[in-house]
């Protein structure tokens, strides 16, 4: 039976990525990519909403989203690849308590050149069609939604199609000789003693033991490395062996609406924020429902990443659900934005986060032969580059990996038992 | 629909002590035990190999320990209920790496007043028929097994009878008018909005929402607080609505050999380390093959806490594997004692240990009107009064709880938010 250099499991915005930047680093090496889909990318990566931003409290995840939305411009600039990237910005609107909040975070992101401008309320008020002030909307008070105090717009940030990513990755490791098997389902990793005696029912717990591969649905591979990138899956697959990854899977929807009415075009292709003319990506105060404008079909993708009583669940084929919008989505949007009345989704989907429930930051680690990159936490498209490249950074055995645009990122940073990260303050 | 005052989810050793100190400081209110099982303690609690020691290198895990472990001597000598507790002592021998490790944690523990002595090998080797040189021996070394270096014996550790001190708590707590309902699995947590408005679907995103109490199968239970102390099957309940406890299942399997031949009840009744006339629950060199002695019934329980691996797996009734004995125990425990050469359990039962994955101690926090009480990752009888105190002090929204003793404890070290624990290195 072939021994793979590694196997990754996975193919994903992630675990391409992964699978470029090792075969990259290591022509040579026998590099094989599985996922039970059919293509790239049709898992929680197609359900995205594919926006990115590189504003976050945490100076790591600001890394990670930087250099990677930089070498993502870098593809579409200077190697010609379109991936749809849209630098539209992200328009924040924040309460008076949120924008306390938030300001530390922009004074000191200032200090790392990150730009941002600074909206009032009226102007805003003025310019979109907002609502600012819900005070004496008794509906409004019952549901604690807050007057809009400040805007902040972040112009490094945008929209992007994480099937370009994924293609891109894809080909490129195509291209270098590595291999990719589509249609196979992953369904345990399999251990064997590093030292086999040849005795029924090894390894006994006096001997070391590592992961040698993965038990698929149309056979066993083995791998010197076997490398877990299967998201929300992972794990499911690591409790099998008892490892602890500190990631949780959670249903995240997603509501497609048409701007049919000419108030509602005129939102969507609203000027004077960026060059593309159309709205940003907008969040709204607390509690923050999600607006992604995606001008070129004329729709905007409404969401919110509601925390409890949303269930950790691991599910094949999530489904959105009709009330969350319609009792959700829709109650809050509308009160801010009067031009969605009446307004119902044409289409929905849903998708899988693969929560970090230690610190909302990505998990990438080894243990026994085992590499685990994931716990993305629902900014993974905007970060694959710099994860991919920390992956293959691990298993090279570097210390350091080399970040695009040249940064160096310490790899244990994100491991767990030698983790230095503070918990990311701005998931959305 | 009755509201009890709470609801306590899980009649083990921690539910019944954390019920027992609640109702001990309100009197008047109404607390609710239930439980799947017909009786007290007969989950994971039945299972435990029922032993206590107050050596642990946290710490946090030694006060937790200590003043439990005087409660029981209290109720045991003061109060004159037979706990069937007896000061046998751990037996805790050592490679000479292994050494230099306990080596700090002694000495820290030494100043705080824990008295060990220290044998040498040989001392051991002739007292105990040990065999402490395993250089040479082919198998040992293909085993990864260490000469024995040192033995620490621990008078402050021994055994107990878990069942005593669940029923102990049970009718104190019963006596003093709380209320249990056997034979009752809970299935769900309920989440209901704090301030509902009577639309169908509450609560929703925008809404303030709480457990209110949980579904069984035998009907809805409401409570001002829903308290989890179900062990293992907390993570589960968690997951439903999305709150992480940072906890998971591990099965854990003792068997147990008679002392039939003349050398094993010699060893058994080893005379010199206690009043007893017993050897001490004894602690092998890596891996750590656990013995704990069972004089009252002639019989040595054997156990091992395996790790890689072995899966975070939750089961109804975790049954004990032949093999693991026969391949893993016996073979590691035959090499250091001889005495057992071709003994087979005559009988043997598993149970699951709820492991905090982050530090190895307990999680006490309260979120939204739920209380979790769990992860005491196989210390749980030997901590349970002390969990119990804490979590009762949590109930009272007390910042301290008073243990045992007269040590003041800080509720918030054990809770996830403002969690203040150091790793713990002497997990067995």
Known sequence: MTEYDAIIVGAGVIGLSTAYHIKRQNRNLRILVVDKYSAAGQGSTAKSMSAFRCLFSSPINYILSDSSVDFYNHVQTKLGVDLKLFFIGYLWLLGEEDFAEMASILKELAAKSLKYREYEAEELAKLLGLNIRLGGDEEAELMGLKDVYKGIFIPKAGIIDADCIVKFYEEEFLRLGGEIHYGVKVQDLIVEACKPIGIVGEPFFWQEARVSGVKTDSGIVKAKKTILAAGAWIPQLLDGVGIECFIKPKKRQVFAVEAKNPLLRRLLFIKGFNSVGCLPFTILPKPRVLIRPFPTEGV?????????????????????????????????????????KDCRPYSAFAGLYEINTLDGHPVIFEERDLIVVGGASGSGIMKADAIGRIAAALYNGDEYALLYGGRKFRVSDLSIKERRVEPEELQI
């Open 300 to 340: 905007f993708w409404l969401s919110y990443a509601d925390d409890f009583p949303r269930a950790f669940k691991l599910e094949d084929d999530p489904q959105p659900e009709k009330n969350f919008y319609q009792y959700g989505i829709y109650q809050v949007l509308v009160k801010y934005f009067p031009q969605f």
